[in-house]
């Protein structure tokens, strides 16, 4: 037992603390960086609105705010229903608990690959998995189960090639299929970015993968992570923000 000035804590009361602290520091993590934080600090604010119309006698708004804030709970699952699904598929996923890798010698073919795209001003998309499964797009389009190579992908992304349409999906460094369809993004017109760049932030947006993209307009490649794109990627940044992005 704890003793803190004249309050005395259990253990249990300590480890009851402990869980709700741990709890709030990794719903934290989950919308960081997200709209979920715009949002939510909306949401504080009309508490605060309530709570002061409370104290100055505004009747009326303090009426409309408690029956709004009396649906709290069903506000807070339409508004954040795909991160609540996003954030349960990375507590399933163990997304906290171990980490995605890849090897060097994958890693560099990735990267030799994408370069020799850029340069040819070919198009194509590699999605990364992490440590929610996409097992759904896999199905959804032509299963390979290779090897990564350089080779392979620049056959892949070949104009006039069966499987040139659509993404690659690389799971646990291996080419888990191909031709995939991926969801688009919502967030961005479709004169800012093409259709291959508009999916690679769709599929960052609602799951922990890593898109990599190589556009056939600019000759540019660019990544995909968490709903934000980097873009004009030369070798070293492109490198570099690999490594980074799957050390998270």
Request: proline share 1%; charged share 20%; with cysteine.
């Amino acid at each position: 037992m704890l003793e803190i000035g004249t309050v005395e804590l259990s253990w249990r009361e300590m480890l009851d603390v402990g869980l709700v602290a741990l709890i709030y520091y990794y719903l934290l993590l989950l919308i960081r960086g997200t709209r979920a934080v715009s949002v939510l600090y909306g949401l504080v604010l009309l508490l605060l609105v309530y709570y002061a119309s409370d104290e100055l006698g505004l009747a009326t708004l303090n009426w409309f705010l408690a029956n709004f804030l009396g649906s709290i709970f069903l506000v807070v699952i339409i508004l954040f229903q795909a991160d609540i699904r996003k954030a349960l598929a990375q507590v399933g996923g163990g997304s906290f608990w171990r980490k995605a890798t890849i090897k060097s010698e994958v890693m560099e073919e990735l990267v030799a690959a994408f370069l020799a795209l850029a340069k040819s001003k070919i198009g194509g998309i590699v999605v990364l998995e992490k440590n929610e499964s996409l097992g759904e797009i896999v199905q959804r389009g032509v299963e390979l189960d290779a090897v990564l190579t350089k080779e392979l992908l620049l056959s892949i992304f070949q104009p006039g090639t069966p499987l040139h349409d659509g993404a690659v999906i690389v799971r646990a460094g291996k080419v888990a299929a191909a031709s995939c369809i991926l969801p688009l993004t919502t967030g961005i017109g479709r004169a800012a970015f093409g259709t291959r760049h508009r999916a690679a932030i769709g599929i960052s947006e609602e799951s922990d993968a890593i898109a990599v993209v190589a556009s056939e307009e600019r000759g540019e490649i660019s990544v995909a992570v968490g709903g934000k794109l980097t873009t004009a990627l030369d070798e070293k940044r492109l490198r570099r923000v690999l490594k980074t992005v799957l050390e998270k």
